[in-house]
């Protein structure tokens, strides 16, 4: 039953992704432009997350997530990501969407993904077990209330058509929430994480199990079915010169990813909702690297 309903969490979590444009490459540029609303919808967008997760603790008998403390790491793993991202000219998250609706260049990132998870993870300096942060249940769900209460203020005064586009969001972290229920390391960079780890340590017991992949790829259907759907599914073949561009970018942001502990899925949607100081300053850096990266493209 659980299966079956984290299935269809998924499955609307790709047609969000799709249908809203949910892009912290795109947030940026418009927040350069003077419009931060999309980037601040996105950033909140796990908000409502942790309530699911604490339904989990108390009806699953789940164990609650534990935050990690950041490291340098944490600020050099996303500041990485964002270069790598501004120069894809989009995040892990649309990078996957726009897979789905037919931009076969972003092929070549996720190619680069797999080759800086699996192949250079051991060569990449990361903090390999940052240290935990312990707070009191009342504590954290005290700041985790009075975090929603403050969304929800901003939700009453927002304009109705920005009002709509910020619901989708924090659906999506919603939906999220519900995932996790299943299946923590739910998020395409978990999956990856995952693998590495099984790949280098020659332990099959870390391998993911078919479920997790599977839900990757409903994740995708359900981009799809929204590109099909919306008009806006296109094959675009991929060139020599963009493939290499894309590649590169996909290293970067692979590398990157494995330095904070995550892509911006992981810490958008799992970390930043367990109060996981790490996932606040991975999303800051990326959204810093991102900017430092759109400001040199500009001037090239």
């Given at each position: 039953m659980?299966?079956?309903?984290?299935?269809?969490?998924?499955?609307?979590?790709?047609?969000?992704?799709?249908?809203t444009?949910?892009?912290m490459v795109?947030?940026?540029?418009?927040?350069?432009?003077g419009?931060?609303?999309?980037?601040?919808?996105?950033?909140?967008?796990?908000?409502?997350?942790?309530v699911?997760?604490?339904?989990?603790?108390?009806?699953?008998?789940?164990?609650?997530?534990?935050?990690?403390?950041?490291?340098i790491?944490?600020?050099?793993?996303?500041?990485?990501?964002?270069?790598?991202?501004?120069?894809?000219?989009?995040?892990?998250v649309?990078?996957?969407s726009?897979?789905?609706?037919?931009?076969?260049?972003?092929?070549m990132?996720?190619?680069?993904?797999?080759?800086?998870?699996?192949?250079?993870?051991?060569?990449?300096?990361?903090?390999?077990?940052p240290?935990?942060?312990?707070?009191?249940?009342?504590?954290?769900?005290g700041?985790?209330?009075?975090?929603s209460?403050?969304?929800?203020c901003?939700?009453?005064?927002?304009?109705?058509?920005r009002?709509?586009?910020?619901?989708?969001l924090?659906?999506?972290?919603?939906?999220g929430?519900?995932?996790?229920?299943?299946?923590?390391?739910?998020?395409?960079?978990?999956l990856?994480?995952?693998?590495?780890?099984?790949f280098w340590?020659?332990?099959?017991?870390?391998?993911p199990?078919?479920?997790?992949?599977?839900?990757?790829?409903?994740?995708?259907?359900?981009?799809?079915?929204a590109?099909?759907l919306?008009?806006?599914?296109l094959?675009?073949?991929?060139?020599?010169?963009?493939a290499?561009?894309?590649f590169?970018?996909?290293?970067?942001?692979?590398v990157?990813?494995?330095?904070?502990?995550?892509?911006?899925?992981?810490?958008?949607?799992?970390?930043?909702?367990s109060?996981?100081l790490?996932?606040?300053?991975a999303?800051a850096?990326?959204?810093?690297?991102?900017?430092?990266?759109?400001?040199?493209?500009e001037?090239r």
């Amino acid at each position: 039953m659980l299966l079956a309903l984290a299935i269809a969490c998924i499955f609307f979590i790709g047609y969000l992704s799709q249908t809203t444009g949910l892009c912290m490459v795109r947030g940026v540029k418009q927040a350069k432009a003077g419009n931060p609303f999309f980037l601040l919808a996105i950033m909140t967008s796990g908000t409502f997350a942790w309530v699911l997760i604490v339904s989990g603790h108390y009806f699953a008998d789940m164990a609650p997530r534990s935050g990690f403390y950041a490291t340098i790491y944490s600020f050099a793993g996303g500041l990485l990501f964002g270069l790598g991202a501004s120069a894809n000219g989009g995040c892990g998250v649309s990078t996957v969407s726009r897979f789905a609706r037919g931009e076969l260049p972003m092929f070549m990132t996720i190619l680069g993904w797999i080759v800086a998870w699996l192949a250079l993870e051991p060569l990449i300096p990361q903090a390999t077990a940052p240290e935990s942060i312990h707070l009191s249940g009342s504590i954290r769900y005290g700041i985790l209330t009075a975090l929603s209460l403050v969304v929800l203020c901003c939700l009453f005064f927002a304009k109705p058509e920005r009002r709509k586009l910020w619901f989708s969001l924090l659906g999506i972290g919603l939906l999220g929430g519900l995932v996790f229920l299943y299946e923590p390391h739910w998020t395409p960079s978990g999956l990856l994480r995952s693998m590495s780890l099984s790949f280098w340590h020659s332990d099959n017991e870390k391998w993911p199990e078919a479920t997790r992949f599977m839900l990757v790829a409903v994740l995708m259907l359900g981009m799809f079915v929204a590109a099909k759907l919306t008009g806006s599914f296109l094959l675009r073949s991929i060139a020599l010169g963009s493939a290499a561009k894309h590649f590169a970018a996909g290293c970067l942001m692979g590398v990157g990813a494995v330095m904070a502990k995550g892509g911006n899925d992981t810490q958008l949607l799992v970390a930043m909702p367990s109060l996981s100081l790490n996932g606040f300053v991975a999303v800051a850096s990326m959204v810093l690297g991102i900017f430092v990266g759109l400001k040199v493209l500009e001037r090239r």
